[in-house]
C-alpha cells in the first residue's frame, strides 16, 4: 500500500531554534497533504492543509508564521516550527491521501523543545 | 455542532465480548468515510474504508447510514490487542477533512 515517511522521527532542540519536519508520500503523488498536533492523551488536531505549488490553509487558531508550510513538490511537504518554545514540543504527524481517496499517515515526528 | 463527532468512551470490555460504537457527522455532501486505529504514542493506521453497502473485515463491520448520517464500527470476540483508539475520518473533498476525537476501546483479560 501507498506509504508516507516522516523525517525525523524525533527531535530534541532548544527553545528559539526553528525545527524542519518533512513529509514524503514514497509511491504515489499527493497534491494535498495535511498536518496535525498532538499532545499527549489529546486528540489529534488539524492544524493545516498543504497545497502543492500553492500556499497552505491553516486551521483557526494555528499562527502560520510560527508553523511555516511547503509544498514544492508532488512528494514532498515540509512543516517547519520557527522558534520553538516548550510549548510547542508535541507528536506532529502528516498525511496524503491516497489514490482510493484513503489517508495514509506519517510515523510522526516528536518534537521536545527544551 | 462539530463536523464530526464521537463517543469518547471508554469502552471497556471482556476479552470475546463485541463493542460497537458511532461517529456523527454533519456535512451531508461528505463523500468518504474510513475508520482509523491509533495506538498510544502511534501514528493512525487504516482500519478500514466504510462502504455504503457497510464491509466486513475479519472481526470488525462498519457501516454507513447516511439518512442519519452516521457511520458505525462493530468489534465482535474482542482481542486484547483490539485495546486502541479508533478514529472516524470524514472526507468532504479532496482539500477538507475531518476527524473525530476518538473512541478508547480497552479490552481486558
Known amino acids: 500500500g501507498a506509504v508516507v515517511s516522516q523525517h525525523p522521527s524525533w527531535v530534541i532542540c532548544k527553545s528559539g531554534t526553528s525545527v524542519k519536519i518533512e513529509c514524503r508520500s514514497l509511491?504515489?503523488?499527493?497534491?494535498?497533504m495535511f498536518w496535525y498536533r498532538q499532545f499527549p492523551k489529546q486528540s489529534l488536531m488539524l492544524m493545516a492543509t498543504s497545497n502543492e505549488g500553492s500556499k497552505a490553509t491553516y486551521e483557526q487558531g494555528v499562527e502560520k508564521d510560527k508553523f511555516l508550510i511547503n509544498h514544492a513538490s508532488l512528494t514532498l511537504s515540509t512543516l517547519t516550527v520557527t522558534s520553538a518554545h516548550p510549548e510547542d514540543s508535541s507528536f506532529y504527524i502528516c498525511?496524503?491521501?491516497?489514490?482510493?481517496?484513503?489517508?495514509?499517515f506519517g510515523e510522526g515526528s516528536r518534537l521536545t523543545v527544551l | 455542532r462539530k463536523e464530526v463527532e464521537q463517543d469518547p468512551g471508554p469502552f471497556n470490555v471482556p476479552e470475546g465480548a463485541t463493542v460497537a460504537f458511532n461517529c456523527t457527522y454533519s456535512?451531508?455532501?461528505?463523500?468518504?468515510f474510513f475508520w482509523y486505529r491509533q495506538d498510544c504514542r502511534k501514528e493512525p493506521k487504516l482500519l478500514m474504508s466504510v462502504y455504503s453497502s457497510g464491509n466486513e473485515d475479519g472481526r470488525f463491520t462498519a457501516q454507513l447510514n447516511r439518512a442519519s448520517q452516521y457511520i458505525s464500527l462493530l468489534i465482535r470476540d474482542s482481542k486484547l490487542s483490539d485495546s486502541a483508539t479508533y478514529l472516524c475520518v470524514v472526507i468532504f473533498n479532496d482539500y477538507k477533512l475531518s476527524f473525530g476525537a476518538g473512541t478508547t476501546v480497552t479490552v481486558r483479560a
Open positions: 498525511s496524503a491521501r491516497g489514490l482510493s481517496g484513503e489517508l495514509f
Open positions: 509511491d504515489f503523488q499527493a497534491t494535498t
Open positions: 456535512n451531508s455532501a461528505s463523500q468518504s
